[in-house]
């Protein structure tokens, strides 16, 4: 198991909410210390105190484990941002109702989201314009989706 998995490991063991889930683990490869950005997300959001008591608990077993010991680092523990992709079924399912920018195999599609099952999306897309603009349903499978993101709104 390389370091990496190890860490996602680490991470997962340590997310005792059973809302709460990785999504992703980063360790970049600046000069200096390394960064370890540890991304996690959950059903009904995460919380500042949340994030906080994960990266000591992290911390502490990577600390005791010795598995960054030759290197120095900074540990950031994080929900995704809006530049961070969706990637699970389960990210979808908390921005229903909102706008969506996914990037497919041979083109690039924007609207709201409508619905999420088990292997699909529906997207709401705006045809037309003026006065004749007609609202499609688009449904998307989950192996279509190259990237998707949501798009922040300031209405």
């Known amino acids: 198991m390389d370091l990496l998995d190890q860490i996602k490991s ?3 063991s340590k997310l ?8 992703d683990v980063i360790l970049s490869a600046r000069k200096g210390p390394k960064k370890l950005l ?14 906080g008591n994960i990266s000591r608990d992290i911390a502490k077993v990577l600390d005791e484990s010795d598995l960054m010991a030759d290197e120095n680092y ?4 994080s929900t995704p941002g809006v530049d961070h992709p969706l990637k699970f079924p389960r990210q979808y399912k ?9 990037k497919l195999t041979d083109k690039t599609i924007e609207g709201k989201l409508i619905d999420v099952k088990d292997n699909s999306i529906t997207i709401g897309q ?14 998307l ?7 998707a993101f949501v798009l922040v ?3």
């Open 10 to 12: 680490i991470a997962a």
């Open 16 to 23: 005792t909410d059973p809302s709460h889930f990785l999504v």
């Open 38 to 51: 540890i991304v996690i997300d959950g059903d009904q959001g995460v919380t500042i105190d949340d994030c």
């Open 74 to 77: 900074l540990l950031e523990v």
């Open 94 to 102: 908390k921005h229903i109702g909102r706008r969506l920018k996914v």
């Open 126 to 139: 705006e045809v037309g314009a003026g006065k004749k603009i007609e609202v499609t349903n688009l449904d």
């Open 141 to 147: 499978t989950f192996s279509e989706i190259e990237k």
């Open 153 to 155: 709104s300031f209405k």
